[in-house]
Each structure stands twice: as C-alpha cells, then as structure tokens.
C-alpha cells in the first residue's frame, strides 16, 4: 500500500494523521533504523515513539537517511513521542521534549502525548519502585503538567499536544481546566479490549484515538500466564480465512471501524 493510499484522520487542531502508525515499543535497537528505512520505503509516514522505548537516536537515524535520500521530507512524516512518568515536574516538561528532539534530530514533533495520567518518582530510575517492587509516585498533578505542555504548542517544539492510557473523568478535568484540547488519548485497544465507551466519548470532544496493542501485544512483559493469545482466537481465525486476510489484518480493520468518524476516506485492505 503506497501512502496516498493510507486513509488520513484530521486532529481538532486540524492537521491530518495518517490511520495506520508504525510503533516502535520493544524495537531491537540494532534493528530498528532498518526497520524505520524499509517502512518508509513501503509507504509508513506515521512514527509512534516515546523516550522511554530508548529508541529515538535510531529513528531519528532512519529518518535523517530517508531525507537525505529524497524519499521524503520532514513534512510528509508524522512522529508520535511522549512525555515520560517521571518527567512530570512542569520546570522539566520543556527539558523533556528537548532531549527527545536532539535525540530524533528533528526541530518539532508532530504530537507529544503524556504518557500516563500519574507520575512517578524523579530521579536517575525510569521505573522507581519502592520495596515491595510497587511504583514509587509523586505529588505532582496531571495538570500541571499538561499546562506546561501546552507552552511547547506556543514555542513551535510540537505542533500538537495529548495524553496516553487516559480515561473520561481524567480527560474531562483538561478539557475543564485548560486551553488546547487533547488531539489524540492512546490507550489499549483490540478486539479483547474494544474501549467502546472512551472512544465514542473521544469522538464527542473531537479527541482522535489511537490504538497500541492493536494485536493484544503477544510478547509484552506484562503478560501472564494463562493470558488469551488475540492472534490465535478461533473468530478472528475463522474470519481470516473467510476473506482470504490474516488476522492482524482483520485487526486493523476492526479497529479503523472503531474510528471511522474521524477517517476522511476508506480503503479496502490489501
């Protein structure tokens, strides 16, 4: 599928994201700028990453490459990052995005999500825990944190600002007590999890969603024992096999259906 195929998705503050995103979590370091180069080859223009996937020196690599090739421009692409738990203190929040922009080597990022609603201890540790291995938080609030990212939209380091693993009542609170609206709330979706109520209260404030996991995250290290496999479902098998698709694919598709409000075109899946 080249990418004048991708169906795009306008964000409230009016730019357009393209529907399906290549995510970066879990990326093997000493692969992934490849990976990045021969997705952008195939037509990938959406990039979500995050400063704690430890990942963006080599996205930023495959980008830089891909641009100096003159396959795209920095316009054409649209890079997801976020704003880690421990980097909530709004006197850090720029420092932040700054880190993970020389990180890229770019001069903005198109949207900086927060990535989780609670913050957690600063320090040298990206995962604080105390002795009993549970999270260690601090006192700060969500929203003073997404104010102060608000400024980053007014200093031109992103062109759009939202939140990640969000529910109603916390999203309902920004859009009470601040002045740009979330573009975009990321959270677990696939057919196990399909976040019917948030997303159409999304879609009733104008917030797009995305979604991570769309294939239940197989060899995520927080699964357990036990724990369904979503590729390996009978249904979505059966399914499959009826349209002659795999099942990742009849994934997507369930979960652009989810959003369809949002997507200015359709396409059928090839």
Known sequence: MGHEQVPKIELNNGTLIPAFGLGTWMSPPDKLTQAVKDAIDLGYRHFDCAFIY????????AIKAKIEEGVVSREDLF?????????????IVES?????????????IDVYLMHSPMGAQEGDELYPLDDDGVLIPNDID??????????????GLT???GVSNFNKAQIERILENCTIPPVINQVECHPYLSQEKLIEFCKSKSIAVTAFAPFGSPESPFKQPGDPVL??????KSIANKH??????ICLR??????????????KLH
């Open 159 to 161: 062109k759009g600002i």
């Open 254 to 267: 369930w979960i652009v259906s989810r959003i369809r409000t949002f997507i200015r075109k359709c396409i």
């Open 79 to 91: 890079i997801v990052s976020k704003l880690w738990n421990t980097c909530h203190r709004p006197e």
């Open 54 to 61: 430890d990942n963006e020196n080599e996205v930023g690599a």
């Open 142 to 155: 969500y929203l003073d944190t997404y104010k102060e990212m608000e400024k980053l939209v007014e200093k």
């Open 231 to 236: 590729l390996e479902d009978l249904v979505l």
């Open 244 to 249: 002659t698709k795999s099942v990742p694919q």
């Open 96 to 108: 932040s995005i700054r880190k993970s922009l020389d990180k890229f080597g770019l001069d903005y």
